[in-house]
């Protein structure tokens, strides 16, 4: 596609809206199982006909699906992404009644942020962004979003760091589990601690100890704002960072340099401005700000912000799908000077 036809795509805003309609409808579920035509497509959705017809001929001019015949469709390369279950998790993000839809009307009040200078969602859902994500109970819930995200990069962590090294991980804002419990299966000797909201902790305890690794995993229920559990080897704090600005995601640093150990090591896991594709990273840094008023930040910002919070910048790995493992240790001269964050509380 030629850059004035993405401009030109981009200024109509239609095609993300058909793409989210077909997703919800579970289109590409049902053309996998059979029902291609126009008329059973819409029998198995319950729209109408000509309407759908319109709808899935403006799709199939973009790739998305395919018309080997008029009034039938297929998949592509494309729509195989939206079928359930595939690994991207891409339907469930674009499904309407979700999480994805809430955060979809934040990012379509991008003009009323410019003019605050605020976040949207709060503003929008009347609630901070994780607040109310944990209330949501209709759609695809956010912590399997986080989920689904979080396994597509998790074999590239473990091979990025000596994790064998550590007794004892402490993640700061882990989700549903994904990465301690891949540490666990690796290394049978590891003890982890998982710090988030109730509603992840909950489903991170579920299925750590389906897994069989209960015995060696302490759920902790909480904010990273608090104080966190203290004198574990590593502690990590995977996509945190970036969902909160400079005061906040300072204050959420110190508390993990006040935890450590002298000899504790701290690992970020970010996303950096400065080795990322621009089109993706300047996306993501207006997501982060209308969401949570959070940011994308340079390799030297992340640096500068850990100095502050007293932690010696080490080393920097950069991971297959584009993140950027930095490890830190405890800065020797540093004492804690503790100040209140302004925010929610929430983990990410």
Request: with cysteine; net charge negative.
């Amino acid at each position: 596609m030629t850059a004035d036809l993405e401009f030109a795509e981009a200024a109509s805003g239609l095609a993300p809206i058909a793409l989210r309609a077909a997703a919800t409808l579970r289109m590409a579920d049902h053309i996998a199982a059979g029902h291609d035509t126009v008329l059973s497509l819409a029998e198995r959705t319950g729209t109408d006909p000509d309407l759908l017809s319109r709808v899935l001929r403006f799709l199939a001019c973009r790739g998305v699906f395919a018309e080997p015949r008029p009034g039938t469709y297929a998949l592509t390369h494309l729509s195989l992404t939206l079928l359930e279950g595939h690994p991207s998790g891409l339907c469930d993000w674009l499904d309407a009644s979700g999480a994805g839809a809430r955060m979809d009307a934040a990012v379509g009040d991008l003009l009323g942020a410019l003019r605050s200078g605020e976040p949207s969602y709060p503003r929008l859902h009347g609630r901070p962004f994780y607040e109310d994500l944990a209330l949501q109970s209709s759609g695809p819930a956010f912590d399997s979003l986080r989920h689904t995200h979080a396994e597509s990069y998790v074999s590239d962590l473990l091979a990025a760091y000596p994790w064998d090294q550590a007794r004892r991980i402490v993640d700061v804002g882990g989700g549903t589990g994904v990465l301690v419990e891949a540490l666990m299966r690796t290394h049978n000797t590891l003890r982890t601690v998982l710090l988030d909201l109730p509603g992840a902790v909950a489903a991170a305890t579920a299925r750590i100890a389906a897994a069989g690794f209960g015995d060696r995993f302490t759920p902790v229920s909480g904010s990273f704002f608090e104080p966190l559990p203290a004198g574990a080897d590593v502690y990590t704090l995977v996509n945190v960072v970036h969902n909160w600005n400079d005061e906040q995601a300072a204050a959420i640093l110190r508390r993990c340099s006040e935890a450590g150990r002298r000899d504790s090591t701290f690992i970020i896991v970010e996303r950096l401005v400065d080795h990322a594709d621009p089109r993706a990273i300047t996306a993501m840094d207006l997501r982060m700000f209308l969401f949570l008023g959070g940011k994308e930040r340079t390799a030297a910002q992340l640096r500068e912000l850990a100095s502050a919070a007293g932690m010696a910048y080490q080393s920097m790995v950069e991971t297959p799908p584009g993140l950027q493992l930095l490890v830190f240790r405890k800065r020797r001269s540093w004492s804690p000077r503790v100040r209140a964050a302004k925010g929610d509380g929430s983990p990410s």
